[in-house]
């Protein structure tokens, strides 16, 4: 469906049109003559009337000044009759002739008639109207009467009557051409243009140099359409009367209607020259040389109209249609605004104003607007046709059809009407109804479905997809062999995900035109879409062999062949790609993505790099560098790429997960999962973001809500062998044990073949604590992924758990050998050393770990604690310190602060430190163990033993917290009580094979028993 702004209306200009009581004369020999008359040269100015005379014999001054004996020395001897003639030519000067010979001669029509134009002259408008009511009382047969008294009508509204005053003086002088000019113009106003073309002819015919007469006509002319013979008037009129600025600017108007406009330029700078305050000259300049593309000069010249004439409304609305065309909106109201407010009866700002409102998609006030334009000008059929489309896209179709309807009865001709209510039509099921009016829109405007596939591109490029769809739908409706119009639309539902719709289109696209290489390109992008990738591969090699040098077909390749795992042959894809257009962001970034499949992550942020350098917009280069930063541990590098991606393209969900995914690893699970929301509100058919949400509820303790988000993601993709085993783990909370066996068996059988798998199952069995599992898993994804250092790094990380710390210490220096930016490793080596006694060495892996990351938070605590072991308490108080600061919700910095400050004598600080982890982690016996010592220390017992017991309830097994409560109780005097805790004590270190503190205990209830 289309909609256009409605033409500019041409401005009815006068162009030197005077009457008087005689017929129009040449204006130039008779104004000279009444200059000089008013000078009192009565003489001078016989030779400027009798040209007058010669150029309008028929309707000559019945009076010649030759004939007048001017006797100025006895004017007391003058009749009446001098005394109107001299009247008569002073007009213009005021009114003193002619009250000399009305007070001579009150009965005398001809005076009442002539002063009557002179009041008129000088805007006493109804006192002139009342003379020539006079003047015709007392003369029924003065036809000059009649026609000024029409004149003074038509200028008062009076059109009607105006009408019958035009006829009457016709009636009574039927060669009178001054008045059939008066008729044609009232009839022009009242909208008979046939009536008043006939008009202006027989002026023209009895009065040939008529140059007003030309004028009149050419605007009828030209709102006929009739748009060169208005211009052969228009050239007519400025023959006669060079001067004229009014034919120059309609001549204007009508070349410019017809595309030259450098012709219409060179009359606008003639009205210009003639009359330099001129506010229609300027403002139409303006909009001529807004067409050439000289905007600063078109703006200056609008400027100029409005300071010319503040109260020019076309100059507002003019400046309002420039303004819609740059796509200023808003803009462009506010002048359509400011012309409405200059004339509330301007129905084209109404209705322009309301094209610009619809392009806001505020469709009711467009509608609103519409209205408001009909009712001014109910023959306004762009109007009817623009209104139709806002109610259509309200779904008020049967109202949108009575609005085509009306539009094509006022303009038959209007294709876009047939056209749209075509697509009505078809929309209520009337489709050959709409099929014949798409073929009488294409019979009227053969280009019409050109335009529309231009419009379409247009709004593609805007992004805005509803109305590129719909202007390419209306492109192959009236043109169904258009097969760029089916690719291209093919695109716009591919982007909407209308993917079945897209593939029928690039299918009918390539049957019109088996050459059309971009439609294998597209459909093969449709078909890898809907997972049939040797389809689209085959696709992808029909491009290439069409168009040997098509550099997408290249790329879309590559994309095929990594997703079938071939990613070397991909990477031999973009390459080319880039050979053969080196400025193909989106091949680079592709690369890059290959390459970090590859575990090439440097290679791959190079290339993303340089893809970014050509194209510093492209939020998905942002992405995956931020994908590939993570990998290698620079995680608040990653977190900064994603931002940027997500402020480029804010609906790019892939950013939102991955983001979620560094924010989850550091612990941020909250925020990580605002994240997958917002990517599942983006694509709430994106089986990643549910997945990777249960995960974060599942941290976060919540059981039911990843079960829930984890059969979500395989009723979505019933591939994602991920999901399984995960869902498996979360019903391992709920234990339900058949259906783990069932998800484990199901994501083996769809994967078994693959790294990540391994990996990631293997890091749910380290969650779960079964680390050999967890091992045996990390040892598969190893041999499937040699270059995985993540890999190499949780397993080391299991083997740790499990007590093999040289084991670890192995893969922890493998996974550095693959990664050397990898910031978890040296942290994960560092405590394998630790464990080893290798302290020192264990704190410069923590020092490469904070160079890499200077806002890890563990790596300090880390170090911290190996600092401690050397003696060096306020050193590791400072990396405490640090840890806290980075994450103040570390229950374990402040727990190991505590134990550091405790061994300095700061034991009151300690159990503020201990009381704060507590706080952090309920359930977490340490910090009660250690408060519960130190208060000890302090002679706090009964403090000490609610601590212990604590302990106990949350660590049943801790054989210390049952030997220290024995302590404290013993130092209360409660004896049986503290015998019982020893000996619980020294049973759970017999079972621990921990002899020398099970002795401790047995000696302590030997001592208590002899007492």
Request: hydrophobic share 35%.
């Amino acid at each position: 469906m289309t909609k256009k702004p409605h033409r500019l209306i041409p401005q009815i200009l006068a162009a030197g049109l005077t009457l008087f009581g005689v017929a129009a004369c040449s204006p130039v020999y008779f104004s000279q003559g009444l200059a000089r008359a008013n000078q009192g040269d009565f003489k001078g100015d016989v030779a400027d009337y009798n040209p007058n005379i010669d150029f309008n014999a028929s309707n000559a001054i019945a009076y010649r000044w030759s004939d007048i004996q001017y006797k100025p020395e006895k004017k007391e001897d003058w009749s009446t009759d001098d005394y109107y003639k001299l009247g008569f030519f002073i007009l213009f000067a005021g009114l003193a002739g002619l009250a000399v010979y009305y007070k001579l001669a009150p009965t005398f029509a001809d005076a009442y008639n002539n002063r009557g134009l002179a009041k008129y002259k000088l805007g006493k408008i109804e006192e002139a109207l009342s003379d020539y009511n006079q003047a015709i009382e007392l003369n029924p047969k003065l036809a000059s009467a009649y026609l000024n008294r029409g004149l003074t009508k038509s200028s008062l509204g009076k059109k009607e009557e105006a009408l019958s005053d035009y006829n009457q003086a016709i009636d009574l002088d039927p060669k009178r051409a001054a008045a059939y000019v008066g008729r044609a113009l009232v009839k022009h106003e009242l909208g008979k243009k046939e009536e008043a073309l006939s008009d202006y002819t027989k002026a023209i015919d009895l009065d040939s140099k008529l140059d007003v007469a030309y004028v009149g006509r050419g605007l009828v002319k030209s709102e006929l359409e009739e748009k060169a013979e208005a211009i052969a008037d228009y050239t007519k009129a400025i023959e006669l009367n060079p001067k004229d600025v009014g034919a120059y600017k309609n001549r204007g108007l009508a070349k410019f209607s017809l595309g030259r406009i450098e012709e219409a330029l060179a009359d606008y700078n003639q009205a210009i020259d003639l009359d330099p305050n001129d506010a229609d000259a300027y403002n139409n300049r303006g909009k001529v040389k807004y067409e050439l593309g000289e905007k600063e000069e078109a703006r200056a010249d609008f400027v100029k109209a409005n300071n010319l004439n503040p109260k020019l409304a076309v100059a507002y609305y003019t400046q309002g249609l420039a303004k819609y065309r740059e796509g200023k909106i808003e803009e462009a109201i506010a002048n359509y605004n400011q012309a409405i407010d200059l004339n509330p009866n301007y129905a084209d700002a109404y209705h322009n104003r309301g094209l610009a409102k619809y392009n806001l998609e505020k469709r009711e006030e467009a509608i609103a607007d519409y209205n408001q334009a009909i009712d001014l000008n109910p023959k306004l059929a762009a109007g009817y046709n623009n209104r139709g489309l806002a109610k259509s896209r309200l779904g008020r179709i049967e109202e949108a059809l009575a609005d085509y309807n009306q539009a094509i009865e006022l303009d038959a001709n209007d294709a876009d009407a047939y056209n749209n209510r075509g697509n009505v039509k078809y929309e209520l099921g009337a489709k050959q109804e709409a099929r014949a009016d798409f073929v009488k829109a294409n019979d009227l405007n053969p280009k019409l479905a050109f335009v529309y596939f231009k419009r379409g591109v247009g709004k593609s490029e805007l992004a805005e997809k509803a109305e590129a769809l719909a202007a390419f739908s209306n492109a192959v409706n009236l043109n169904p062999k258009l097969a760029v119009a089916y690719l291209l639309r093919g695109n716009i539902k591919g982007e909407i995900g209308n993917q079945e719709e897209a593939l029928a289109d690039y299918n009918q696209a390539i049957h019109l035109d088996p050459k059309l290489s971009a439609a294998y390109v597209n459909r093969g992008i449709v078909k890898s879409a809907l997972g049939h990738k040797a389809e689209a591969l085959a696709d992808y090699n029909q491009a290439i062999h069409l168009e040997p040098k098509f550099s997408a077909a290249y790329v879309n390749r590559g994309m095929v062949k990594s997703d079938l795992g071939q990613k070397a042959e991909a990477i031999s894809d973009y390459n080319q790609a880039i050979e053969l257009n080196p400025k193909l962001a989106l091949a680079y970034v592709n690369r890059g993505a290959a390459k970090s499949e590859l575990g090439h992550k440097a290679e791959a942020i190079s290339d993303y790099n340089q893809a970014l350098d050509l194209d510093p917009k492209l939020a998905v280069a942002y992405a995956n560098r931020g994908s590939a930063k993570y990998e290698l541990g620079q995680k608040a590098e990653a977190i900064s790429d994603y931002n940027q991606a997500i402020d480029l393209d804010p609906k790019l969900a892939i950013a939102y997960v991955e983001r979620g995914y560094v924010k989850y690893d550091l612990g941020e699970k909250e925020e990580a999962i605002s994240d997958y929301n917002q990517a599942i509100e983006l694509n709430p058919n994106y089986a990643d973001a549910y997945y990777t949400r249960g995960l974060a509820n599942s941290a976060l303790g919540k059981t039911e809500d990843p079960l829930a988000d984890r059969t979500q993601a395989i009723e979505l993709n019933p591939n994602y062998s991920d999901a399984y085993y995960t869902r498996s783990v979360a019903n391992s909370a709920l234990e339900t044990a058949e259906e783990i066996l069932v998800d484990y068996t199901q994501a083996l059988d769809l994967n078994y073949n693959s790294a990540n798998a391994y990996f990631r199952r293997g890091s749910s069995k380290s969650d779960v604590e079964k680390k050999a599992e967890a091992i045996a898993d990390y040892n598969q994804a190893i041999e499937l992924n040699p270059k995985d250092a993540v890999a190499y790094n949780n397993r080391g990380l299991a083997k740790y758990n499990l007590g093999e710390n040289e084991e670890a210490l192995a893969d922890y220096n493998q996974a550095i050998h693959l990664n050397s930016c990898y910031a978890d490793a040296y942290n994960n080596r560092g405590l394998a050393k630790s464990f080893l006694g290798q302290t020192e060495e264990a704190i410069a892996d923590y020092n490469q770990a904070l160079d890499l990351n200077s806002c890890y938070a563990d790596a300090y605590l880390n170090r911290g604690l190996a600092k401690s072991a050397l003696g060096q308490k306020a050193e590791a108080i400072a990396d405490y310190n640090q840890a806290i600061d980075i994450d103040p919700k570390l229950a374990v910095a402040y727990n190991n602060r505590g134990n550091t400050k405790s061994a300095l004598g700061e034991k009151t600080e300690a159990i503020a430190d201990y009381t704060k982890a507590i706080e952090l982690n309920y359930y977490n016996p340490h910090p009660y163990y250690n408060r519960g010592l130190t208060k000890y220390n302090l002679g706090e017992q009964e403090a000490a033993i609610a601590d212990y017991s604590k302990v106990i309830e949350l660590s049943y097994y801790n054989a210390h917290a049952y030997y220290n409560r024995g302590l404290a109780k013993s130092d209360l005097g409660q004896k049986a009580e503290a015998i019982a805790d020893y000996q619980k004590a020294a049973d759970l270190y017999k079972y621990q094979g921990n002899t020398s503190d099970y002795q401790e205990a047995i000696n302590k209830i030997q001592e208590l028993s002899a007492e």
